[in-house]
């Protein structure tokens, strides 16, 4: 059981860590003329064209936020068709404005990416749901279409992979990510491994908040046997892999058996770069954490059935935060806030106000629906801050408590700009920002108890956590952005306290400054 094999995982893990010294001793050129191509792209399959999106559900994005993967929507509902998914795909996907320079357009889309490179791709296993046909589809935001790639309900060979995953029976749509090794690794190299779960977690942050705010139970599932979701896919797994699972709304319909074996999928892809370049390390994780067998899967999830939330310890000082409920809080949509959002350039050392703050981490941190987690609330990243200018806390770093009492735990008092600067592989927005929330997890703890699995679980879900802050902030008018950081350097700093974890992802906050020029 490679699953079981954890040196496998140190060894990418502390070999992808940045450090000064690291970073200096190995620097990276971008060669703009090999840049990967944004879309993949079935140049032989005729796009079954969707409809553009300009409704509104009417929820509030902060009451989606919060209820989006906690198991929020109402029981029984069910995807009414292609209106919903068309409506889910496009906010948690698609190209939601565009720019054009001399020379080129840039594509913003409607989830942030580490570097704009959008290596995260979308695949539709459906049932029959209304003009849309049972099929295995792939989504292309470039030309917003759909593309079948085989006809056929194929739910039930889903629901076998995942060790008969509950919730996946009962789905009319499953959305499965899948991760492109090489449209990030142009820029990040082996470290884009990590790069999948932030980036799938910020698009699902998205689609899952979109999804309860029409209603739509949606479930989280990183239990499944790898090859057989990557043969349904006919995806090439030296190059893209299956990393997640998605079930959409319910149905009390009996799901039909799956027609048989997927035969072998040989559908031209244009290529994505004159050529590529290989980080094996990355292949390597990923087999280190892939799960063989339905037996592996259930081991899987039993774990995740029997884990225990370790107490939080009393500490002093300690700072109660009160979020406002109501008509305290912004009203605008979750569509309203996600067509605005982009990731900022520059912050204003502006502070922003408490009930901003407390907002924004409460409604991020209340729990997500997926199958590694025991109950709603629990969580595998532990947050940790740098407040630099929010009115009525002192500057310093902090530790994050959630739950019915959501509080902060002071560790250091003082003006830590300039060092959150410089964790934040020194790039002065984290220091510029309002406040940094860097996200630690005890990985030995993780991986113990559940496997290499645990890697790509505790990645995605920081990725989500920080894709609802990003919705949080700019629900509230502000700005934020994802950073990367000096592994080891975040730990000391939050040390003793953060001992023995490991740095996760990073999301800055603030009062985004006027674009340049």
């Not at 906690?70 to 069910?78: E, K, L, W």
């Not at 889309?109 to 589809?137: D, F």
């Not at 060979?157 to 499953?174: D, F, M, N, Q």
């Not at 000082?317 to 008509?327: E, I």
Request: hydrophobic share 40%.
């Amino acid at each position: 059981m490679i699953n079981s094999e954890t040196d496998r995982l140190w060894r990418y893990h502390n070999g992808t860590k940045h450090s000064p010294e690291s970073v200096r001793r190995d620097p990276h050129f971008l060669d703009w003329g090999n840049q990967p191509l944004p879309f993949k792209i079935y140049p032989d399959l005729e796009p079954l064209k969707l409809p553009d999106q300009t409704t509104q559900s009417g929820v509030a994005a902060l009451e989606a936020i919060a209820t989006g993967v906690a198991g929020g929507p109402r029981a029984g509902s069910s995807v009414a068709g292609l209106e919903d998914l068309t409506h889910l795909l496009y906010f948690a996907a698609g190209i939601t404005r565009r720019r054009r320079y001399t020379g080129g357009e840039i594509l913003f889309r409607a989830a942030a990416c580490t570097g704009a490179l959008y290596e995260i791709e979308l695949y539709l296993v459906c049932g029959p749901l209304g003009q849309l046909a049972a099929g295995v589809y792939h989504f292309n935001p470039g030309d917003f279409a759909l593309r079948l790639l085989r006809a056929g309900d194929w739910r039930g060979l889903i629901v076998e992979a995942a060790a008969g995953e509950a919730s996946l029976g009962r789905a009319p749509a499953i959305v499965v990510s899948t991760g492109t090794y090489w449209r990030n690794a142009w820029k990040y190299r082996a470290r884009t491994y990590r790069h999948f779960g932030w980036d799938n977690g910020t698009m699902l942050a998205n689609l899952l908040a979109v999804a309860a705010s029409r209603g739509l139970p949606a479930r989280l599932v990183c239990g499944f046997t790898d090859e057989r979701v990557n043969t349904l896919l006919g995806l090439d797994t030296a190059r893209e892999v299956a990393l997640s699972l998605v079930a959409l709304g319910e149905s009390e319909d009996t799901l039909p058996a799956p027609p048989g074996e997927p035969s072998s999928l040989d559908l031209a892809t244009v290529a994505l770069s004159h050529s590529e370049v290989d980080y094996p390390a990355m292949r390597e994780m990923h087999e280190a954490s892939s799960l063989a067998d339905p037996g592996e899967v259930r081991a899987w999830r039993a774990h995740a059935e029997s884990v225990d939330t370790e107490p939080e310890p009393a500490a002093s000082p300690w700072f109660p935060l009160a979020p406002p409920a109501g008509d305290a809080v912004p009203s605008d949509t979750i569509e309203e806030v996600i067509l605005r959002r982009g990731s900022s350039r520059r912050f204003l050392r502006h502070p922003i106000g408490l009930d901003q703050f407390s907002t924004i981490l409460d409604r991020a941190t209340r729990g997500i629906h997926a199958d590694f987690h025991a109950a709603p609330g629990e969580r595998w990243n532990d947050l940790y801050l740098t407040v630099h200018a929010v009115d009525g806390l002192r500057p310093g770093s902090y530790h994050y408590h959630g739950g019915k009492r959501p509080a902060l735990e002071l560790l250091k008092e003082g003006d830590f700009r300039s060092r959150a600067a410089f964790l934040a592989l020194d790039q002065n927005l984290a220091g510029d920002a309002a406040f940094a929330v860097f996200f630690l997890a005890d990985l030995s703890r993780m991986l113990e108890r559940f496997g290499n699995r645990a890697y790509r679980a505790v990645q995605l879900e920081a990725g989500i956590l920080g894709g609802k802050l990003y919705l949080g902030a700019y629900a509230h008018r502000l700005g934020a952005t994802g950073l990367t950081f000096y592994d080891d350097a975040v730990v000391e700093f939050f040390s003793p306290h953060a001992a023995g974890k490991s740095a996760i992802f990073l999301v800055a906050m603030g009062r985004p400054a006027p674009l340049r020029g």
